[in-house]
């Protein structure tokens, strides 16, 4: 959580740089909707860390989950192979991920009955109900105060981390 902090630390210090240089309303406008943005994915980092934590799952468990979901949204299926296509990891790693999320009953592999060398993989109703408590308890958090710049430039109501 330590290295997410100083993350964002990093962005709103080069946000800060980008008011120096941007004046008016377009400004304003662009500091308060990407700060908005960065408020939201911490509250999703925060949130999602509590339902799926990262030293189990990692970002590529998450974004299998999301994606599956979306899949099933969709009406669509994905087979391992697609889902490896389409991710930015190696496909070992993704194997890993498949095997760690249908260890916890997020995901389930079936076979293809046309074709016995393809695996489909969908999301299960304990993989749905996560991400929908994830999701609800974004909905459910309290707005965060919002960040803005001062006249000198230098953020008011960021949190400093020491």
Same mark, same amino acid.
């Given at each position: 959580?330590?290295?997410? !902090?100083?993350?964002? &630390? ?13 004046? %008016? ?6 500091? &308060?909707? /990407?700060? &908005? ?20 799952? %990692? &970002? ?11 899949? @099933? !949204? ?8 697609? !889902?490896? @296509? /389409?991710?930015?990891? *190696?496909?070992?790693?993704?194997? @890993? ?13 079936? *076979?293809? *009955? ?12 304990? %993989?749905?109900? !996560? ?21 000198? %430039? ?9």
């Amino acid at each position: 959580m330590a290295s997410k !902090i100083q993350e964002f &630390d990093e962005i709103f210090a080069k946000i800060d740089e980008i008011c120096h240089k941007i004046d %008016g309303e377009s400004s304003q406008f662009f500091k &308060d909707h /990407y700060l &908005d943005f960065l408020n939201q994915q911490m509250a999703l980092y925060n949130s999602r860390e509590q339902f799926l934590p990262r030293q189990k799952f %990692g &970002d590529i468990g998450w974004a299998i989950l999301v994606e599956l979901n979306v899949a @099933r !949204i969709n009406g669509l299926r994905y087979s391992v192979s697609d !889902i490896g @296509r /389409y991710a930015e990891f *190696p496909l070992a790693t993704i194997l @890993r991920s498949l095997q760690t999320l249908q260890a916890e009953h997020l995901i389930v592999r079936t *076979p293809d *009955p046309e074709d016995k060398r393809r695996t489909f993989v969908c999301i299960t109703k304990v %993989g749905q109900t !996560i991400l929908d408590r994830i999701f609800a308890s974004l909905n459910s958090a309290q707005p965060r105060k919002p960040v803005n710049c001062n006249a000198t %430039g230098s953020f008011v109501g960021h949190r400093q981390v020491g």
